[in-house]
């Protein structure tokens, strides 16, 4: 996983999120995995792959620092969108 999480640090998230991929398929209840591939979708910009792959990571374990990742993009998005209303 440290090598994931350096890919994610470095920009490399489509390689991250492959391996990630292939991780998951083995270990499919695995809540770090979809954390990381949350974070990797999240840099990546994919804002809606990233909150899937939390909430899926948080139904797998409430206390997955999945849960502070997931409250907080939804933060962002509330005050970016109330941004946009008023304008």
């Not at 920009?11 to 809540?31: C, F, H």
Request: negative net charge.
């Amino acid at each position: 996983m440290e090598t994931i999480k350096q890919l994610i640090t470095d920009g490399k998230t489509d390689e991250a999120i492959r391996l990630l991929d292939e991780y998951i398929e083995k270990n499919a209840l695995s809540d770090e995995a979809y954390y990381l591939r949350g974070n990797a979708y999240r840099k990546k910009g994919d804002v809606r792959q990233a909150l899937n792959n939390y909430l899926t990571a948080i139904d797998l374990n409430p206390d997955s620092p999945a849960q502070i990742a997931h409250n907080q993009l939804i933060s962002i998005m509330n005050f970016y969108n109330k941004d946009m209303f008023n304008q």
